[in-house]
């Protein structure tokens, strides 16, 4: 007779061990009080919307709605190779460039092994590596920046996966090509590095480059990007890697079959021909994104320079005044940013670049809060 299984059964299903340590993702708010209008500033929203055409394109796709969507999303990838001038066969689309965080972290980590990340990087990280069993692993920063010899000192043997938000949120900061090719020539060669460019089409600045001659030189990078910003398409969870053709190939072999509907990539193709749009989309975020600073800045608030469409606003630290006083105030008055304690930044609050009333109504009532203005 084979052995009698002693172990006491549990009263319930019961998740693997680690999924209880997660702390649930919790979005930017989009409600305020009853009959109030909000002025929504919380998610890194595009500032002014999605372009007409992929409206029209989402419109037209209505009619298909009984239909599976391209699996392999062969129109959508043709798209983003001609914009790019990269080989389609090196490109997996997901639903958000969230799904393909969850995708590569399930597929290169596992109980045991490491998933190192910046100490104010996304949130998501940590997530997928609990979802994974794996352990998450935190470097700090220098002056709200990555900094390559703190990530590099954290490999252990352990280490399966070290991402890199570049630019990155919440702190609108980012590393120059020089450190991400140092960071990745200090890696071991089966250390998977990923380069989240979810705000990579905001960045004017000279000294930044957002994968692509990494991810063709090396068979360890893969590049994230997103349609959530600039493209304006966040409801339509749209995301697409650039991998190395042997990672392309595990990520085909564990995303879902139809895990990007017909919609949004109607609207992806069409948002990519709209090089007009995307341009106006950039120049307004350019803008009114120097010009929030400018204005925060004369208010006395300690703003993070950033290359992105938000700021990071440090508030006092005196009664008041505070970061967290402000967010009660301004959402009273249904102003939503987002507080970002949960990144290890209490004293700070983030701020979308929204459109230019926007802008100018938040900067307002912040200035009606630090001069203690109640009514």
């Known amino acids: 007779m084979p052995p009698v299984d002693q172990r006491p059964v549990p009263e319930k299903p019961r998740p693997r061990a680690g999924i209880m340590d997660i702390a649930p993702?919790?979005?930017?708010?989009?409600?305020?009080?009853?009959?109030?209008?909000?002025?929504?500033?919380?998610?890194?929203?595009?500032?002014?919307g999605p372009s007409p055409k992929a409206i029209d394109a989402y419109k037209a796709a209505a009619g298909d709605m009984h239909r599976y969507p391209d699996g392999g999303a062969t129109t959508l990838r043709a798209a983003i190779a001609t914009r790019f001038d990269i080989p389609a066969d090196r490109i997996v689309c997901g639903s958000?460039?969230?799904?393909?965080?969850?995708?590569?972290?399930?597929?290169?980590?596992a109980p045991g092994d490491e998933v190192l990340?910046?100490?104010?990087?996304?949130?998501?990280?940590?997530?997928?590596?609990?979802?994974?069993?794996?352990?998450?692993?935190?470097?700090?920063?220098?002056?709200?920046?990555?900094?390559?010899?703190?990530?590099?000192?954290?490999?252990?043997?352990?280490?399966?996966?070290?991402?890199?938000?570049?630019?990155?949120?919440p702190?609108?900061?980012?590393?120059?090509?020089?450190?991400?090719?140092?960071?990745?020539?200090?890696?071991?060669?089966?250390?998977?590095?990923?380069l989240d460019a979810a705000y990579a089409e905001f960045v004017d600045a000279e000294d930044y480059e957002a994968g692509f001659a990494l991810v063709e030189a090396a068979e360890n990078v893969v590049m994230l990007r997103t349609f959530s910003k600039l493209y304006g398409l966040a409801a339509l969870r749209l995301g697409w890697a650039y991998c190395p053709e042997g990672v392309a190939d595990v990520?085909?072999?564990?995303?879902?079959?139809?895990?990007v509907s017909s919609a949004a990539q109607a609207a992806g193709v069409a948002s990519l021909e709209d090089t007009?749009?995307?341009?106006?989309?950039?120049?307004?975020?350019?803008?009114?994104?120097?010009?929030?600073?400018?204005?925060l800045t004369q208010l006395g608030l300690e703003v993070t320079p950033s290359v992105t469409n938000f700021l990071l606003v440090r508030f006092p630290d005196e009664a008041g005044r505070t970061a967290a006083e402000a967010d009660a105030y301004l959402t009273a008055r249904g102003i939503l940013l987002r507080r970002v304690a949960a990144y290890g930044l209490p004293a700070h609050l983030r701020i979308s670049i929204g459109t230019g009333e926007e802008c100018e109504l938040a900067a307002a009532a912040i200035a009606d809060f630090l001069r203690g203005d109640a009514s």
């Open 25 to 48: 993702y919790v979005g930017g708010r989009s409600k305020a009080e009853p009959g109030q209008r909000v002025i929504k500033l919380s998610s890194n929203e595009s500032g002014i």
């Open 96 to 109: 958000g460039s969230d799904e393909l965080i969850h995708l590569l972290t399930t597929a290169y980590a």
């Open 117 to 169: 990340y910046s100490e104010h990087g996304f949130l998501v990280y940590p997530i997928s590596a609990h979802a994974a069993g794996a352990t998450p692993v935190k470097a700090p920063e220098k002056d709200l920046r990555t900094d390559v010899d703190a990530l590099l000192a954290a490999v252990t043997p352990a280490t399966k996966l070290v991402y890199l938000a570049n630019p990155n949120n």
């Open 171 to 194: 702190t609108g900061t980012f590393i120059p090509p020089a450190e991400v090719a140092r960071l990745h020539a200090g890696l071991p060669r089966h250390v998977l590095l990923v």
């Open 251 to 259: 990520l085909n072999r564990i995303r879902g079959p139809f895990n």
């Open 276 to 295: 007009a749009f995307l341009e106006e989309a950039r120049r307004h975020n350019t803008t009114w994104r120097a010009w929030l600073t400018g204005r």
